[in-house]
């Protein structure tokens, strides 16, 4: 099946400070890219969902300016936490999808990233 | 809006036992349902899915069938092993899924 990997898988910053996380497509073009964030046992949420060079159409409640997502290209997307925060603290997922694989629109799942802020 | 109740766990079975999780959806018009798997460390998968009412997805053993009268979803397999231990989410949408909340299975030998 299609894989997806996620950069880094854990990552601990200072308040304040920024943090990107890489989505990547390996043998597949997504076409969009989807974040989501899970807080403990609780569902997935999602957050955005980006197509290759368009704007990401945010979910009510995320808020832009502190979770940029760029999908600059057919295998990668990024999520920026700006001036990242102890509540901003999660475990951030993406998933890819094609149009026109065998599995339709099916989301390809990254492995996730755990933020956690100090 | 959409979304998903699922049956909270953990669940703990022995192997070669029956298991079900349950799951119950509700939305507007007609979805696809989904049941998605975690294995340790690893990202989500699809583990089976339906995209009309009466419809059985099944996979690895694991089945679902949409049921549109009780607006369900319940997962099932006959006989489990050590390797099904895992966390499992029920989902629904299409392009947009929204997730059940996760249930943890734990399967010992």
């Known amino acids: 099946g299609a894989v997806v990997s996620q950069h880094p898988s854990r990552v601990i910053c200072k308040s304040g400070t920024s943090v990107k996380i890489e989505c990547r497509s390996l043998d597949f073009q997504a076409t969009t890219m989807f974040w989501y964030r899970q807080f403990p046992k609780q569902s997935l949420m999602l957050m955005a969902t980006s197509n290759e060079g368009s704007k990401a159409t945010y979910e009510q409640g995320v808020e832009k300016d502190k979770f940029l997502i760029n999908h600059a290209s057919l295998t990668l997307s990024t999520l920026t936490v700006t001036s990242a925060h102890p509540e901003d603290s999660s475990f951030y997922i993406c998933?890819?999808?094609?149009?026109?694989?065998?599995?339709?629109?099916?989301?390809?799942f990254g492995p996730g990233t755990r933020l956690t802020v100090l | 809006g959409d979304s998903v109740t699922q049956m909270e766990g953990p669940v703990t079975l022995s192997e070669e036992a029956f298991l079900t999780i349950n799951c119950t959806y509700t939305?507007?018009?007609?979805?696809?349902l989904f049941w998605y798997v975690q294995y340790p460390g690893e990202g989500l998968q699809l583990l089976l899915k339906?995209?009309?009412?009466?419809d059985k997805g099944s996979n690895k053993g694991f089945e679902a069938t949409y049921r549109k009268e009780t607006t369900s979803f319940h997962l099932e397999k006959g006989s489990v092993q050590v390797s099904d231990s895992a966390v499992y989410f029920c989902?629904?949408?299409?392009?947009?899924?929204?997730f059940g909340t996760g249930t943890r299975l734990t399967v010992i030998p």
């Open positions: 339906a995209t009309k009412a009466d």
């Open positions: 998933s890819a999808s094609s149009r026109g694989t065998s599995g339709g629109d099916e989301q390809f």
């Open positions: 989902a629904l949408g299409a392009n947009n899924l929204f």
């Open positions: 939305a507007t018009g007609y979805p696809s």
